[in-house]
Each structure stands twice: as C-alpha cells, then as structure tokens.
C-alpha cells in the first residue's frame, strides 16, 4: 500500500481469482475504489512518486518479477526499470531515484520526469545478505537525502539453529487462569 503526498488517494492490490493481484487506487474523498492495472499477470506492491505523478510497483507479465512505473492516473507510457528481476521498490524522497532488490543486491536507477520520463540503466548500490519481505512491501527504509538504508541483516547463530515453534493448547483458559478477572 502507498499514500500519495497529498494523502487523499491510497493505492493497494487486490488478490481477484481471474486475474491475479492488481492494483487499485481508493479516493478518500469519496471512498471509492478503481482499478489502475488490472491484467492477466500479478501486479503488487504500488508506491506513489514523491510528487504524486507515478506509480511503481511489481509486475511478473516479462515471465518473472520486475519493476515498472507508469504515470498516474494516466494515460500514457510504461516503462520496465529492472533488467534482471526486481522486488521491494521505492523511490528516493527527492524523487529522481528508484531504488529495488534483485536477490542480494540493492539496486538503484536515476529518473528524470519533465519534459519526458527516463530510466538510467539500473546499478548496483550495495551487496549483502539481508532479510527479504516476508509480504509485498519493502523490507528496507531509505532516509530522506537518499544516501543511507535501513535493512535488516539475518542473525548467523539463528539461522543454524532449527525452527522452534511452541503450541499453546486451551490458550484462552490458560489465560483466565492467569490473570483472573473480579465479579461484580
């Protein structure tokens, strides 16, 4: 989900059992939602320019996960960013960059808008193992000069040790049992 800047439109996905997950936008003045791609491949993870004028999001419609953009609300072009997969995107705060994933790497592609759009080829910011998203949005925050990121990296002992998983059985009486609620 993304707000746009001006906050009064929310753009999100839809799981619809035809075409997959597509991408909606929902006016708060009016609370209505339309659809903004609907196809017969998977779109998700839409993301608002910082100026409210582009969308970008995922798209498996090339045979495999990549990033486009497109102008919103349209109509006009669209433009596939990513050249070798791409998951998790979000723009830079000042709005001349992109920034994805694409398995370890961190990508990032400058973008001019006016007069015209244009994409840089994509290049690779940094490398490292670090914890993907465990739904659609991403897993990494980016601070507003555009120049540092917050990710997640996995902890090394945890990721030898196996899974635990505890099952709490009568969970609801475990818990009057413990915190015993006065009668009135």
Do not use: C
């Not at 996905?13 to 997959?20: V, Y």
């Not at 597509?22 to 659809?35: C, E, G, N, Y």
């Amino acid at each position: 989900m993304s707000w746009s800047p001006d906050g009064q439109l929310l753009a999100f996905m839809e799981n619809n059992p035809t075409t997959g997950y597509d991408i909606w936008v929902l006016r708060l003045s009016d609370h209505k939602a339309q659809p903004f791609l609907r196809t017969p491949f998977n779109e998700s993870v839409p993301r608002f320019s910082p100026d409210g004028r582009w969308l970008i999001y995922v798209s498996n419609e090339s045979g495999r996960y990549e990033i486009y953009v497109q102008p919103y609300p349209g109509p006009g072009g669209k433009w596939q960013i990513s050249t070798e997969g791409g998951t998790e995107p979000t723009w830079n705060p000042n709005g001349s960059e992109l920034f994805y994933r694409s398995g370890n790497k961190m990508m990032a592609v400058e973008i001019t808008t006016r007069p015209s759009f244009t994409a840089s080829k994509p290049r690779v910011l940094f490398e490292g193992r670090y914890e993907p998203s465990p739904a659609t949005t991403p897993n990494y925050d980016v601070s507003l000069d555009g120049q540092r990121f917050l990710m997640l990296k996995p902890n090394q002992q945890e990721a030898s040790a196996p899974t635990q998983i505890n099952v709490v059985l009568n969970w609801f009486e475990e818990l009057k049992r413990r915190v015993p609620t006065e009668k009135k």
